[in-house]
């Protein structure tokens, strides 16, 4: 557990079609594209997050001597490709949409352009890590916006899917906006600000609670927030933390981000009693702080029935993101080079379920704002070797029905590309931002989209749309193609 | 994410009572439960897993120079503290119920007895590692149920929560039951079957499916399962698998273990077809297997309709037990040791929610099997100072209906202590078998229950006991407690 190479961790088929591309077309380049299909959670948008944990992984791919031995003892692999992967160092580039933006469905998240054999390993990893960290700092982007500006808390650690689920999903819901976590790990390895004062073991190791507060109040003077709930709350545990609150104050301590915290019973009712008990001692200014299975629906449904809650820790719920835990990004095959032309080959990948059909080619996304209101227009998915520029008028239509036309005036909006070259032929190219940086970079993104857009059920969807190119290329393979399966059957 | 040690993957809470406990008790002994309070995805059990990454934990403890300047920068930790923890090393004893075997709610899975600060920290990292584990291999206990000796294969790894979900869910779902994994980093470390062929890219990165399936055939004559649904999955990919097993068969090849791969449609309907095309064409024994979202209830249906599916890879929602994908273990204290006298003190956690209540004491675990059956009769959750023997009479009670109650004479039972021993005094005492071990095992702890007990949806709820002395010690603490906090309201 405590040290551990990467490089295998991948399906084993990435592995058997990498023998087959080494044998049959080693120097075949192609373009992969991560998208995701549907928003989770019900959400109008996705947070991409992760894309630091890719860039380590790919600068770290090796296949050591342990490796190919294992490798070797499956019986699936030659002499010859052993002996390629032990020299294996990815060669290709990598273009990611940063860290903290704001995404939709079917927008390429990340693109592989690579010998196919590189590009195919690193499918399952790169989707493994994309998936979760996307995942999660969507979901808490949720859960921060029905807290209507209280901040939260990431206590999950001990109900994330393992050890890396609570790292890296503490990394994500910083990005998604907590204002600190209780996984000192994740604090040290992301510098972010890490929080938690005591749990039910300590009140309960004393003889009574009255000495448990009182001994934790004389250890952490400075942001004392005492739990309440391990006996009775309103007849024991918020009574005793007043008495230490004036105990403290006759001591002339000066009490400093200090209150109480409730772990149990109905939160609405027992912290608007905690509130009046606080404020008729005079501590007014006393937090409450709340944790028990909360979730964005539960807060907002606290803070709806006005329940005197300033502060949230958020566990289980959104370091699993319980209501929908997995974010469904699929890698595809979108392209291939000819190398005699140097030419980028659309490709195209049907299915029984329509809405499983990829958008074909080597493609970016420009994203639109109103030059007067700073907000979203839409976005653009376009192939990379057309050109956009705001000087000049900007037909946009719906993919699917492509009647709904959007007519932009130079002056009227302003174009971004989202994504950004992160390798270049294997090396990086790319400093990730330290993860409060990126946390402020969210918090901007989410300030360009209407309110709307961000309604925790049933929002406003935002409008994706193909450039006319793109959608022609896509119509004319999906005929193509239709036409091969009708002649293979003849 | 390469290196790392674990040893900070705690809640900075832990650290902060760690402290406390360092200059207020540090020779104070403690008990501390894992247990969890309802089954998961309303199954009748749980499969207890994650064991032997726990103890790789605990044997790997230690505070580096980084980790303690690291706390340092924090301000909240005093130099004596910190001067501690460069010597940390864990020295209590911890016993733990095996991996595999079948567990119910309320009972100690891990019980840890060891100086309160040492006990308090492990805390999140054991939570963690255990409700990961046991929420995988109890899901993938259910697929595999499911799936009536079909085999069921592990393919979630890119939509795991993050590399360890992937990781080390592979090695839950292995316990569980599952037959092989694709995740090959999982089966280098665990020693467990690594499965899978290709994808749709590797078919799309040829002119045409069949060139692709030719291709396929020639580098992995064993084992060769084709994907059929890339462009159409009856007019086209069923049709060029049965040329290509035909131009096998013509070339002398001998076809073991070799078939189709849907992935996705109406798996019940292609199936069906594609069997009856493979059978006419003379492949009787070809393998059709199936992935495509699937969970219990699904392959329960597909089974139920008949869908000539006999193999099936499941990904998203075993990895990530999505209808509920946290075990909510939790980890309570529950004696406190009197260094005068070296008896343990009971103590009880109350809580506005009464099923929060904790079993006080310390404590142990019978299973009780009826001698003509050798099915399970009953689990009894006893003090260990309390002595059990099949040459006696047993009386069992419902420890909420207490009116119910079972008689059991001598030679109609026999009686099982379900933990060992696996760290005394800090030295590690166990030695975990290999995974596929456990996993032969949980499938004989399967063997013990009667099939009411397996059914997916309301099973059989099993009789989970308290001996007469732990009620007895309960109720008594429950009445103290309730006179004390009566009493400081006076």
């Given at each position: 557990m405590s040290t551990r190479n990467?490089?295998?961790?991948?399906?084993l088929y990435e592995l058997t079609m990498m023998q087959g591309y080494f044998k049959e077309k080693a120097n075949q380049t192609a373009v992969f594209d991560v998208f995701y299909r549907t928003n989770p959670s019900g959400n109008g948008f996705a947070i991409m997050a992760g894309l630091e944990q890719v860039i380590e992984y790919i600068k770290d791919l090796h296949f050591g001597e342990e490796e190919v031995d294992y490798l070797r003892s499956t019986g699936l692999f030659d002499e010859d490709f052993l002996d390629y992967l032990k020299n294996f160092k990815f060669s290709g580039d990598i273009y990611a949409i940063p860290e903290g933006t704001v995404v939709f469905p079917r927008e390429p998240l990340v693109k592989v352009i690579a010998p196919i054999m590189e590009a195919q390993l690193v499918e399952t990893a790169i989707l493994n890590i994309i998936n979760h960290q996307c995942l999660i700092a969507t979901k808490t982007a949720r859960v921060v916006h029905a807290a209507r500006g209280d901040g939260i808390m990431e206590f999950g650690l001990r109900r994330a899917q393992g050890p890396d689920a609570g790292i890296y999903g503490a990394r994500a819901a910083m990005i998604g906006?907590?204002?600190?976590?209780?996984n000192v790990l994740a604090g040290q390895l992301f510098d972010v600000p890490v929080k938690g004062t005591h749990a039910h073991s300590w009140i309960m190791s004393f003889p009574d609670e009255l000495t448990a507060f009182r001994t934790y109040a004389k250890l952490y003077p400075t942001a004392c927030i005492l739990l309440v709930d391990t006996y009775d709350t309103l007849r024991s545990g918020v009574p005793n933390a007043i008495r230490v609150f004036k105990e403290m104050k006759e001591a002339g301590i000066p009490l400093k981000g200090y209150g109480i915290r409730l772990d149990s019973g109905d939160l609405a009712y027992l912290s608007k009693k905690a509130r009046k008990m606080l404020d008729e001692a005079g501590f007014t200014d006393a937090i409450i702080s709340a944790s028990s299975d909360l979730d964005e629906n539960l807060i907002n449904s606290l803070k709806t029935q006005g329940a005197a809650i300033n502060s949230w820790g958020v566990g289980t719920n959104m370091i699993t993101s319980s209501?929908?835990?997995?974010?469904?990004g699929v890698y595809k095959l979108v392209a291939l080079k000819d190398e005699a032309t140097g030419q980028f080959i659309p490709k195209i990948k049907l299915s029984?379920?329509?809405?499983?059909?990829t958008n074909p080619g080597n493609k970016t996304v420009y994203r639109i704002y109103g030059t007067?209101?700073?907000?979203?227009i839409a976005d653009l998915i376009a192939l990379t070797d057309e050109e956009y520029s705001a000087s000049q008028p900007l037909l946009l239509f719906d993919p699917?029905?492509?009647?709904k036309k959007t007519h932009l005036a130079p002056g009227t909006y302003t174009i971004r590309e989202l994504p950004v070259q992160v390798f270049d032929n294997g090396q990086c190219v790319y400093e990730s931002p330290s993860v409060m940086e990126i946390r402020d970079y969210c918090q901007q993104e989410l300030d360009t989209l209407w309110d709307e857009a961000k309604r925790l059920i049933n929002p406003h969807r935002a409008h994706i749309d193909l450039s006319a190119k793109l959608y022609a290329t896509k119509n004319s393979l999906l005929e193509a193609v239709d036409n091969m399966t009708h002649q293979q059957n003849l």
């Open positions: 990467l490089t295998l961790m991948t399906d906006g907590c204002i600190g976590t209780s209501d929908w835990p997995a974010f469904g029984e379920n329509s809405e499983k059909v007067d209101t700073g907000k979203m699917v029905d492509t009647w």
